[in-house]
């Protein structure tokens, strides 16, 4: 075959754009409105599209996905104009592993080891909101040492998320010795998760029915140890940052949100907060026991980079407050319902008796029933509202699990948080909000 | 609101079914024609924030205890509606049916639900009519068939042992 007749074969035309005006205003929302829309969650107007840059003036960039600065695999296609950002789209599902599909596999029992690898900065929400839906299912009632165990675990695992925020963004702000601190007091949390749980990530820890184990002897000194320790470091943190010149600079006024905004694209957490809207599950829906303990909820004046930052910083210092609230209020009494069915027996009872083998036995292997229902339950994780919607069939396997991540929806916020700004600073508000991967994609 | 709790089943009127179940949890059963309706007066009566939106699956469990008035179907789309300001949060159930699975978007009434509407449409494969970016969101862009539906298989990967014995 000659070479004209192969080009004539395989030729599919000139390969080149048509000019704007040339293009149908319906070929025009695919190619720019709604792939990269308006951030404003407008509906398409061929009239508003950026008349100021013709075509050839604006580029389309891929950010990611495997910027260092994307906190995983996350990519961001943004259109910029120069170095002026204007149109952006996050998109996921690199990290997607049908955790979801995997939960309807799993029974009841072995659910809480998948749901907890979800969010891995703050697996023990995962676990709770998991078994606070499996329990509401079961109508069973937790005894209260087991509800404020849960407690003192979930605002530890806040600390250890929200300290982990902070050395990333300092990371991303070149702030590499903010880095090295964060790094090095999650670790003073997660040496506290290891020895109660086993584990310093993924602990299956909070299960249906209560809590894994008891916490260990001498639990309150390790814990006083940290939130005597944690309190000052913050002061310093906040020294070194908050009212350092190129800090503020590089965040202040950055990526501004307004409340009305933030509310209308479903953002929780500190992105909410910092725009104004003092909204926080653990005061206005409490869970657990948290109507019991006093702390206030941080809230921002502008929405920006630095409020946002602002409100994670005090959040530590609350946390710090519920978790020695913890120690002081923690009940005596056991750390799991007594329920045969739901939960194992004490190891002591194994040895004795032939019911307690046999229930052992079958609570691990095939699990427990739960009777048909529907439910949603959600509680306040470090990024969010995470909850969970959980349809049960009256089988000892979810028949449908879904978990609401926060991530997953507040990065809806990040084409109008990124408009207008400059490329560098995508990387600020990238960082500000927070995302983990391993929550956006399930 | 000047603390004024109206139940949303009040609200809405004969446009849907109320069905509180033993949780104490409000849930509404909408018609899929008076779905945007529904939701648009919840907004405008201070359900402000969609929290959730997902879809289920009922393809094992058509027959599962429904309201009378709600003629059950495959698919379900579950909206978790949340009010700020009455600390108050509302489920709406959708029946939608397997021959043609199609709701309307909430997008022009909360603009927050794109991601989740897009991620139903990507597991389960419904569609939303007038959302503006409507394509798979998990899933990579050629990927055929939508996971989560119940007649999609898990998949295994063949493990062969080494020295396994043939078949007995």
């Given amino acids: 075959m000659s070479d004209e007749e192969l080009i004539a074969e395989t030729s599919e035309g000139l390969q080149e754009l048509q000019d704007l005006d040339e293009t149908s205003p319906e070929e ?213 940052l908050t009212g350092q010149p190129i800090f503020k600079q590089r965040t202040e006024g950055v990526g501004i949100i307004s409340p009305e905004l933030a509310v209308a694209m479903s953002a929780t957490g500190p992105i909410l907060r910092a725009s104004g809207v003092a909204w926080d599950l653990r005061r206005d829906m409490p869970y657990l026991a948290y109507d019991e303990v006093d ?126 700004g400059l490329i560098a600073d995508a990387i600020a508000v990238i960082s500000s909000v927070d995302p983990v991967m391993g929550e956006v994609d399930r | 609101m000047a603390g004024v709790v109206t139940s949303a089943a009040e609200l809405v009127g004969d446009r849907a079914i109320g069905d509180s179940g033993p949780l104490g949890q409000e849930v509404l059963h909408v018609a899929r024609e008076q779905y945007l309706e529904v939701v648009a007066l919840l907004r405008d009566s201070g359900f402000e924030m969609c929290a959730d939106l997902c879809a289920v699956d009922y393809l094992d469990h058509i027959e599962r205890p429904l309201p009378p008035a709600v003629s059950p179907e495959r698919f379900e789309i579950v909206v978790n509606l949340l009010s700020l300001q009455r600390h108050q949060r509302l489920r709406l159930r959708v029946q939608v049916p397997e021959s043609n699975p199609v709701v309307p978007t909430l997008f022009h009434i909360y603009p927050g639900s794109e991601n989740m509407e897009r991620e139903a449409f990507d597991l389960y494969g419904v569609r939303f009519e007038g959302h503006p970016d409507l394509t798979r969101i998990l899933m990579p862009d050629d990927w055929e068939g939508h996971p989560l539906r119940k007649d999609y298989s898990v998949g295994r990967v063949p493990v062969q042992f080494k020295e396994a014995p043939g078949p007995r």
């Fill in chain 1, 28 to 240: 025009l929302e695919i190619e720019r409105g709604s792939a990269l829309r308006l951030p404003e969650g407008l509906v398409f107007d061929p009239e508003d599209i950026d008349v100021e840059f013709g075509a050839d003036e604006t580029m389309i960039i891929n950010m990611g996905p495997q910027h260092p600065s994307t906190h995983g695999v996350l990519r961001i296609m943004l259109e910029l104009e120069g170095e002026t950002v204007l149109r952006s789209k996050p998109i996921m599902g690199y990290l997607h592993t049908g955790m979801e599909k995997t939960g309807e596999q799993l029974t009841y029992v072995q659910g809480a080891t998948n749901v907890t690898r979800m969010d891995y900065l703050s697996p023990l929400h995962n676990e709770l909101v998991y078994s606070l839906a499996v329990e509401a299912l079961l109508g069973i009632d937790i005894p209260p040492r087991a509800t404020w165990i849960r407690m003192l675990m979930t605002e530890l695992n806040r600390i250890s998320s929200h300290v982990m925020w902070m050395a990333t963004n300092g990371m991303d702000l070149a702030s590499t010795s903010m880095m090295i601190y964060g790094f090095r007091d999650r670790e003073m949390v997660l040496s506290f998760f290891e020895k109660t749980t086993g584990l310093r990530m993924n602990h299956d820890y909070i299960r249906p029915g209560g809590v894994a184990a008891d916490l260990p002897d001498g639990w309150e000194d390790d814990v006083m140890a940290i939130i005597d320790t944690i309190p000052g470091r913050v002061d310093e943190y906040d020294e070194m």
């Fill in chain 1, 295 to 420: 702390f206030d909820v941080i809230v921002g004046t502008v929405g920006d980079t630095y409020d946002r930052y602002a409100v994670r910083l005090n959040e530590i210092r609350e946390s710090c407050k519920i978790v020695r609230q913890c120690v002081e209020k923690m009940p005596l009494g056991d750390y799991r319902a007594q329920d045969k069915k739901v939960t194992p027996p004490p190891r002591a009872r194994i040895d004795e008796s032939m019911e307690a083998l046999i229930h052992h036995f079958k609570i691990f292997t095939r699990g427990f029933e739960v009777p048909a229902g529907e439910v949603y339950v959600a509680v306040e994780s470090p990024r969010g509202e995470l909850g969970c919607y959980l349809v049960a069939d009256g089988s000892n396997k979810p028949y449908r699990m879904h978990i609401r991540g926060p991530s997953f929806v507040n990065l809806q916020t990040l084409p109008p948080l990124l408009r207008g």
